[in-house]
């Protein structure tokens, strides 16, 4: 069950109403018991590892209250991590192992492993390995409630796919009183509905053209190679910021705030900046708790660059268990590095041609490369691996004629497709200068109702529904 089933429809109102209806008391334990549920439905072979990491980081955090020290930190933070380690990667490398000692002439084949990956392992490990840090910091106390603390780690609206919550900022709001308020109710059921619009009828869309694409490149053209790898950039905004979307919209009806995940990403002028936009929760969680402790950019500019190179290499990995993740993120690292030396040189070119960094120019040509850059390492992302990366970038890069192939199956799709992405940019457009869903749910009641009724027919009419295709499968569900 997640938000597009019709399970989900009957228990999201459900919870929330017996939520508010609920006394003060009561309500923590019945979010709790709602948030178990819900993950139960994902698997109820997963229950257990989700109970371990409540349990272990619990009890870690009161140890740490009364005598700080490092032990009950590694201990907690190092067993979640071979837990995730054991269940992601050890397949992995196991095969790289066996890759080197065959390459040194000592021939060991792989064990084949099929371990099942419990869901939204990867996001609710970082959130309770993050709480430890943060009371072994001194930055909050431990939490002494056994349900809170269980609650903040699976709060079900962003249990699966984040975003990843912090303690100083989901946990403090489980101890305020929640009434209902129309305007966040308003406000919450917009925002889900432009989510699942978003998905439905964009991501979803491009996702029908990437995944033939990206299934066989050698049957298409140059253009339609460059045509569905910037598919892809845009598909893969479109399907997790929607999934954040509806995770934060379902928080705000019961009134609860999560953290911005995504700000206009591709609206950015360098890829530092598309970093600080894009999965900010993942982004901000590294930089608080590994790049920082590495040194940051306290100890030189070249500690500094080493430092950037780790943080993308293991966010690459995180994003999975392959050496094209990792080259993923090396390569969103290296922009970095490669920036910030070519930097002076570029500031003296932009003087020797009188452009402002301000001007328009200047602006729409930063954001027109860092789109280029974010999307050429968006094909280490898609392809799978680095042999099909690279055919899909030879094919972009030296002109060839396709099989004839289209990428749509008609106008109409292709149509539907554009239109969908003009109403994304007009969406961010408007965000850069106010909340839109706010914006809708304090305004006219008519333009409300309009924007409301509008999406919810072109995300019933232009849906992409039908045998073969799963409207639960968000692209972060892998992760």
């Given at each position: 069950m997640n938000f597009l089933t019709p399970a989900y429809f009957l228990f999201f109102p459900a919870a929330a109403a017996l939520y508010f209806l609920l006394p003060a008391r009561l309500k923590n334990p019945w979010l709790l018991l709602c948030s178990w549920f819900f993950y139960l439905c994902a698997g109820p072979e997963y229950f257990v590892f989700l109970l371990f990491a409540i349990g272990v980081t619990y009890f870690a955090g009161l140890r740490?209250?009364?005598?700080?020290?490092r032990l009950p930190l590694v201990?907690?933070?190092?067993?979640?991590?071979?837990?995730?380690?054991?269940f992601k990667y050890l397949g992995f490398a196991l095969s790289i192992v066996s890759?080197?000692?065959?390459?040194?002439?000592?021939a060991i084949?792989?064990?084949?492993?099929?371990?099942?990956?419990?869901?939204?392992i990867s996001f609710y490990l970082f959130q309770s390995v993050g709480y430890v840090i943060d009371v072994y910091r001194g930055k909050r106390p431990a939490e002494r409630s056994f349900v809170k603390y269980a609650l903040f780690v699976s709060f079900f609206p962003s249990l699966l796919s984040g975003p990843i919550g912090r303690s100083d900022q989901l946990l403090p709001q489980f101890d305020a009183p929640r009434r209902f308020s129309w305007t966040g109710a308003k406000s919450g059921f917009i925002r889900f509905l432009w989510g699942a619009f978003q998905k439905l009828v964009v991501a979803d869309r491009l996702g029908v053209v990437t995944a033939a694409v990206f299934a066989a490149p050698q049957d298409y053209s140059t253009a339609?190679?460059?045509?569905?790898t910037i598919g892809f950039s845009l598909q893969i905004y479109c399907d997790f910021a929607a999934y954040s979307d509806m995770a934060?919209?379902?928080?705000?009806?019961?009134?609860?705030?999560?953290?911005?995940?995504?700000?206009?990403?591709?609206?950015?002028?360098?890829?530092?900046?598309?970093?600080?936009?894009?999965?900010?929760?993942?982004?901000?969680?590294?930089?608080?708790?590994?790049?920082?402790?590495?040194?940051?950019?306290?100890?030189?500019?070249?500690?500094?660059?080493?430092?950037?190179?780790?943080?993308?290499?293991?966010?690459?990995?995180?994003?999975?268990?392959?050496?094209s993740f990792i080259v993923w993120g090396l390569l969103n690292g290296a922009y970095q590095v490669i920036g910030g030396v070519t930097a002076p040189a570029r500031k003296r070119a932009r003087a020797a041609l009188h452009l402002r960094d301000d001007g328009k120019l200047c602006i729409?040509?930063?954001?027109?490369?860092?789109?280029?850059?974010?999307?050429?390492?968006?094909?280490?992302f898609k392809a799978g691996s680095l042999s099909a990366a690279l055919d899909v970038l030879s094919g972009m890069a030296l002109p060839r004629a396709g099989t004839g192939l289209a990428l749509f199956s008609g106008r109409r799709e292709l149509a539907a497709a554009l239109g969908g992405l003009l109403l994304v940019l007009a969406r961010d457009l408007w965000s850069l200068k106010a909340d839109p869903y706010?914006?809708?749910?304090?305004?006219?009641?008519?333009?409300?109702?309009?924007?409301?009724?509008?999406?919810?027919?072109?995300?019933?009419?232009?849906?992409?529904?039908?045998?073969g295709y799963d409207a639960q499968d968000f692209i972060y569900f892998n992760f």
């Open positions: 740490l209250d009364k005598k700080p020290s201990l907690a933070a190092g067993s979640l991590f071979l837990l995730l380690f054991i890759r080197v000692l065959g390459a040194l002439g000592l084949e792989s064990p084949a492993l099929s371990l099942i990956l419990p869901a939204g339609q190679l460059w045509a569905a934060s919209g379902c928080a705000e009806i019961m009134g609860f705030s999560l953290i911005q995940n995504f700000r206009t990403p591709y609206f950015s002028r360098s890829i530092q900046e598309f970093w600080r936009r894009w999965h900010i929760s993942l982004s901000s969680w590294f930089r608080d708790y590994l790049y920082i402790p590495l040194g940051g950019s306290r100890r030189g500019t070249a500690r500094k660059y080493v430092n950037v190179l780790i943080v993308f290499g293991v966010s690459g990995l995180w994003h999975g268990a392959a050496l729409l040509w930063q954001i027109a490369f860092t789109f280029l850059l974010a999307t050429l390492a968006w094909v280490f706010r914006s809708l749910a304090q305004g006219n009641r008519a333009l409300r109702w309009a924007v409301c009724l509008g999406l919810l027919m072109l995300t019933l009419i232009c849906g992409i529904y039908g045998t």
